[in-house]
C-alpha cells in the first residue's frame, strides 16, 4: 500500500473508528485500526466485541482531495500509537507506505516514522447485513433519542438486558424505552420507512448508543439504520456503524405505566430543576438521596430534605397549575434531576396516581417524551 | 449573625477560599470556611496545614453593594456544603442568620436551608507578619513566574526540599529557582521594594504557588509579598494568602550551570517543540523518555527515538543557527517539552558542554529565563 492523505480527514476519520477500539482484547489485531486503500479511496475499520466503526474517505469529493493512492493495499496499524502520530504531524500530506514485511513509513514535512504493522487479513470480517428492514431518520433526531433515554438504562449486569435501549417500530412510529427498574424514559417519533416495516425487542447496548451519539454529527441530513438478526447498522454519510444486540427478552414496561392520574402539577421545568438540584445537595448525603415533595395550601408545592447532623432544606415552588388530591410522595432526587434535564421542555407536566404508585413526567406541548419514575416509600 | 450578601461576590469568595480548605483533616473544624459580619464587611477564611487564604467582601466599593451586616458575628460552616449552597441559590441576595446554638439559616428566593454551624473562635487564628520585608509586583508577572518554575520542582518526598520553589532577592532582583536535580528552571524580574531588602532560601511548596497562580487575577495590578521567619504572604486586593515556609537549606544551583559552551544552536521554539513532542510519542513508550538530538552536515539537527517492538522516528530540524563542536546528546523528552513550553518565546537558543554535561535554554531575546537540563548518558 502507498498513498497520500489529507491530514484533517485522516485525523477525523482516525478519531471515529477510535471509539470502536478495545483498550483490553484478547485478540492483539483489535487494538489497532485496518487501514485499506483501493482505487475508490481509503477505508479505516476498527471493532470491538460490541462494535465496529468504518470510516470512509473518497479519493476527491465536491472537488476536494481526500485521498491519492499511489498503490493499493492494506495494513493494520496500533491505534493508539497511529492516532496520536496522525494528530501531530506537521503537514496538511500524510504519505502512507507500506513494505511486503507490513513496516510503514509514514512520512511528513521533515518528520519520518516507521512502524511496526499487522496483516490485514488476520483483521475480523464486519458482518454483513442484508438490507430488508431498513428505515431512515435525520441524525440529529436519532442522537436526541438516544440522549433522552439511555441515562435511565441500567448500568448493573444483574439483569444485562436493561442496560440497553429497546428499540421498536410500528406504523412507521420509533419507540426507544429504557429502564433500570426504578425509573423508565421513553421517546417517540415518526420516521420514514416501508409502511409494513414493524419489529420489537431490538435492544441496543446502552455503550453503544453513547458512542453512536458522539460519532453522529448535529445536522438534519438522514442516516439509516438496519436491523439485523443480532446486530443493528447504522449507516451516516462515509460512516457506517455496527452495533451487537443484547440477547433476552425486554421486559413488557407498558403496563406499569398508569393510565389516570390522582393528583396533577404543571411545573416551570428549569426552576423546578433547580429546586430538586437545591434540595438534593442534603439528600444526597444519605445513601437513598431522598426528596419529599408535599402539596401545599394555595396553590404551592413544598421539596424538602435533611441530611442528619449537616441540615435541612425547604423549597417553595409555585406550580403554574395545581389540582386533584392532597399528596406526599417521596423520590430519588437523582431520578427526578435525570429526568428534567433530558426533557428540553420549558414547561413539564408531572401525574401522580398516589404516594405509593409511580408517576409520570410528559412535556406539556406533546406526547413524544415520557418519564416515570418510582417514589421510595417513607410516608 | 445576620448579613444579606451580594450573591456572585459570596461565591467568588468562597470559590477563593475553598483551595485552601483541606478533605482530609484530624482537626473538624478545618473542613470550614470560618464567616465574620464585622461594620466594614465580610471577612472568610480557610486554613489548612500548608496554607492559608482570607477573602474580604467590603459592605460597599464604588457605588457598588457587597454586604450588609444586620448583626456582626460569626460562624464556621462545612466548606463543601456551604460553597454548593451558595452556587445554587436563585437570587441575587443571600441571607445568613445564625441563632445562639449556630444554627445558621441561609434564605434566597423561595429556598431555606438550616445548616449546623461550628464556634468560630475554634478555628485557629492566623499568624500576623511584621511588615518589614515588602516588595511589590505586578499580579500578572508573579503568575508567570510561578508558571514558568513550578512544573521543575520535585513531586517526590525524598528531598522535601526540593518540593517548593526558591525565592531570593537581591538588589531589587527577584529570582525564582526550582529543581528536581534532573532539570532545573529559574525565573528572574525586578521587582519595587526598598533597595537594602534582601532575603534567600525562602521555599515555597509547589503546591502553594500552584493554588497562588489559581487566585491571582490577569491583571497588572501590583501584589504585595511579606516574607516572615517561617510563611510567605501575598496580598492582592481583598485577599490574603498565606503559605508555610519548608524548613531546610536549599541546595546551591549557581554553581551547576555552566558558563561556556562548545555548541549552540538557535531554534523556533514552537517547530522544535512539535519536533520533540513527535519524536517523545515513541520515546514515552520506554521507561526513560529518551530522544536522541544529533548535529548532521548542512546545518541540520536530526532528533531521534525509537520503541522496541513498535517503531522509531526521525526529525530533521533546521535551526536559524547553528555552532561550534559536532555533538550527539540524549535526554528526556519530558524535560525539554515543560521547558519550551513554559518559555513563551518565539525563538530559544540552547547551549551544549558536550554529551555528557548539562545544557542551558535560554530566551535570545532576554537573560530573565534558563532552564537546565542533565542529558541521559546513551552515547
Redesign the interface.
Known amino acids: 500500500m502507498h498513498i497520500t492523505v489529507q491530514r484533517e480527514k485522516l485525523s477525523n476519520a482516525v478519531s471515529h473508528v477510535m471509539k470502536a477500539v478495545s483498550a483490553r482484547t484478547t485478540l492483539p489485531i483489535l487494538t489497532g485500526i485496518k487501514i485499506k486503500a483501493d482505487e475508490d479511496g481509503l477505508t479505516l475499520t476498527a471493532s470491538d466485541s460490541d462494535l465496529s466503526i468504518e470510516v470512509y474517505i473518497p479519493t476527491e469529493e465536491a472537488g476536494e482531495w481526500g485521498v491519492t493512492v499511489h498503490r493499493p493495499g492494506s495494513v493494520v496499524l496500533?491505534a493508539r500509537?497511529f492516532s496520536?502520530?496522525v494528530r501531530?504531524?506537521?503537514n496538511d500530506e500524510i504519505e502512507l507506505e507500506v513494505d511486503n514485511r507490513l513496516?510503514?513509513l509514514i512520512r511528513s514535512g521533515?518528520?519520518?516514522?516507521?512502524?511496526?504493522g499487522m496483516n490485514a487479513d488476520e483483521f475480523p470480517q464486519l458482518m454483513q447485513l442484508e438490507e430488508e428492514k431498513v428505515l431512515s431518520i435525520p441524525g440529529d433526531l436519532l442522537k436526541a433519542m438516544i440522549r433522552q433515554t439511555v441515562f435511565a438504562a441500567s448500568t448493573s449486569e444483574m439483569r444485562p438486558i436493561l442496560t440497553g435501549i429497546m428499540w421498536s417500530l410500528e406504523q412507521g412510529q420509533l419507540t426507544f424505552v429504557s429502564t433500570d427498574s426504578h425509573r423508565l424514559a421513553s421517546r417517540k417519533a415518526m420516521v420514514e420507512c416501508s409502511p409494513e416495516l414493524s419489529f420489537h425487542n431490538v435492544v441496543v447496548p446502552g455503550k453503544s448508543c453513547n458512542e453512536l451519539v458522539k460519532i453522529l454529527d448535529d445536522s438534519q441530513d438522514p442516516v439509516d439504520i438496519v436491523v439485523g438478526e443480532n446486530q443493528i447498522m447504522v449507516r451516516a454519510k462515509h460512516i457506517l456503524f455496527y452495533s451487537r444486540l443484547l440477547e433476552g427478552t425486554y421486559p413488557d414496561t407498558s403496563r406499569i405505566i398508569p393510565q389516570g392520574s390522582k393528583t396533577d402539577m404543571v411545573v416551570n421545568a428549569k426552576?423546578f430543576l433547580?429546586?430538586i438540584?437545591?434540595a438534593s445537595?442534603?439528600s444526597r448525603?444519605g445513601k437513598s438521596n431522598v426528596v419529599r415533595l408535599v402539596t401545599m395550601a394555595n396553590n404551592t408545592v413544598e421539596i424538602s430534605s435533611n441530611a442528619p447532623?449537616?441540615?435541612?432544606?425547604?423549597?417553595?415552588?409555585?406550580p403554574q397549575s395545581l389540582s386533584g388530591e392532597e399528596l406526599r410522595i417521596s423520590f430519588n432526587a437523582k431520578y427526578m434531576i435525570d429526568a428534567l434535564r433530558s426533557m428540553e421542555s420549558a414547561e413539564i407536566k408531572v401525574s401522580f396516581t398516589g404516594s405509593m404508585s409511580p408517576f409520570v413526567l410528559k412535556p406539556t406541548e406533546n406526547d413524544w417524551i415520557l418519564h416515570l419514575i418510582l417514589p421510595v416509600r417513607t410516608y
Chains 1, 2 share one sequence.
Not at 521533515?110 to 511496526?116: G, H, L, P, V
Not at 447532623?309 to 409555585?318: N, R
Request: glycine content about 2%; aromatic content about 2%; hydrophobic content about 40%.
Open positions: 496500533t500509537i496520536e502520530i501531530k504531524l506537521p513496516v510503514t521533515q518528520s519520518e516514522f516507521t512502524i511496526n426552576e433547580q429546586s438540584e437545591r445537595l442534603l448525603e447532623e449537616i441540615g435541612k432544606v425547604i423549597e417553595i415552588v409555585h
